[in-house]
């Protein structure tokens, strides 16, 4: 089951870093496959880290393309930028014609699959058995396998906490709810008072999502939530229409921020960071903004503050069950004309975002890093020693299921956040998406 492999995966990535040291769119490509020409050869690489919205990484990818090319001067790393949900939709339009970038980042998992289905990401394999062969936390790079063939490597490890404004929850005298009800007390003071509880930005869905696994977990118990994703459960589970319930309650109950269903994202976000909003459910690739990125306030860094998605009376959850996983990986496109110069770069691209995501993002890698004497922010301390307490991890949902499943799934999480379907109909429509992918 994915939840107690994530579990073991995450107490290992803690373990080797605790023993260690404790959208903007850019410009397009044109072709997407690289070019060779008289020893010059053009390396395309696609990715979602805006220098706006994802300052730390953005920062980071240009600080390593520059070392490499300076390394390898008869190299060039073309870029292509777009936030996430433009990403996944020229991914797909891309695939679809055969025109995938030389190196271009994925999800792991049921994401995966289909690329891998059609024969457009070529093996790694190769990569692990060379410079890179025990550099990633065990356990981390099966989420890019298929058939035991690893098609990406991964470069991120995240959970979903809850972020919140210290300075918003004083202002009201809130303190940091530890079951559901206080959770839901904090909702109603700030609702109440004029401020918006939650920023969500549901028009990208999966954001949705996370609220509803978290309730699903907290009410129903990690291996019920698992198997009903998997099929070997069902979604029409009591607890788990239950669950859905309790979304649907927090949307009567004014919790989220006005026209979330109709907000991307990066929209939502941007109501939390100008302190519109006093929470924010967001994995852990959210920390740079709460912590090393200068372009955001330092006073509203500083006023930021987690908390785990608290314990519901009568559930079988655990607070320390966390919704997250491997999050992105690099992988290559098996038409690329440069695979060879792709793979060498892939190589270089994650021992150095290993070595320089910590410290230069916040970012948790997918590599074990020496962080000894490396001076840390607070927020991500705090959040790393909690995760030494995880007793699960639950894969976000909509990257376990199979690609109809997920679709549906996400559309589904819509609708229920809309109160367009019932709580039954929602639990429904996944048994027989599921069902129909197995």
Not at 46 to 75: C, D, F, R, T
Not at 76 to 90: H, M, P, R, S, W
Not at 206 to 218: F, H, I, P, V
Not at 315 to 329: A, L, Q, R, Y
């Amino acid at each position: 089951m994915f939840n107690k492999k994530w579990t073991i995966v995450f107490l290992t990535l803690c373990l080797a870093l605790v023993t260690a040291g404790c959208g903007q769119k850019g410009e397009g490509t044109g072709d997407s496959q690289g070019s060779s020409d008289g020893g010059k050869v053009t390396v395309n690489f696609m990715h979602l880290w805006p220098a706006g919205v994802s300052a730390g990484q953005n920062k980071i990818v240009n600080q390593i393309i520059e070392e490499y090319q300076k390394e390898n001067p008869n190299v060039t790393i073309k870029q292509e930028v777009l936030d996430n949900e433009q990403y996944k939709n020229k991914l797909k339009v891309l695939s679809a014609s055969n025109e995938l970038p030389d190196v271009g980042v994925t999800w792991a998992a049921g994401f995966l699959k289909p690329y891998v289905d059609g024969n457009l990401f070529a093996p790694v394999d190769d990569l692990l058995e060379g410079d890179l062969k025990g550099k990633f936390v065990a356990g981390t790079t099966e989420a890019y396998a298929v058939n035991d063939k690893t098609y990406a490597l991964p470069i991120e490890f995240n959970i979903a906490p809850v972020y919140y404004n210290k300075a918003i929850f004083e202002k009201y005298n809130l303190e940091v709810p530890e079951t559901y009800e206080q959770f839901k007390n904090v909702v109603k003071t700030l609702s109440e008072n004029g401020v918006a509880p939650i920023a969500l930005g549901n028009k990208d869905r999966w954001t949705g999502s996370l609220w509803y696994m978290y309730l699903a977990d907290r009410i129903a118990g990690s291996e019920v939530l698992s198997n009903a994703i998997s099929g070997s459960g069902s979604f029409k589970d009591e607890s788990l229409v239950k669950a859905a319930s309790e979304v649907q309650s927090l949307v009567d109950g004014n919790a989220f921020i006005k026209g979330f269903n109709g907000l991307s994202n990066e929209e939502a976000k941007s109501e939390f960071l100008n302190e519109k909003a006093a929470m924010y459910m967001m994995g852990t690739w959210e920390l740079p903004n709460f912590t090393t990125n200068e372009e955001i306030p330092q006073e509203f860094r500083d006023n930021v503050g987690f908390f785990k998605f608290p314990t519901v009376e009568g559930g079988k959850g655990d607070i320390n069950s966390w919704v997250g996983g491997p999050g992105v990986g690099l992988f290559i496109s098996e038409n690329s004309k440069v695979k060879e110069e792709a793979k060498a770069f892939v190589e270089y691209f994650v021992t150095k975002w290993g070595e320089q995501s910590v410290t230069g993002a916040g970012v948790i890698p997918a590599t074990k890093v020496d962080t000894a004497a490396v001076e840390l922010p607070q927020l991500y301390i705090d959040l790393f020693n909690e995760m030494n307490q995880a007793s699960n991890i639950t894969l976000f949902a909509d990257v376990q299921m199979p690609a109809n499943a997920a679709e549906t799934h996400l559309n589904m999480i819509q609708a229920l956040f809309g109160k367009a379907v019932t709580p039954d109909k929602f639990s429904e429509e996944h048994d027989t998406a599921i069902s129909k992918d197995k």
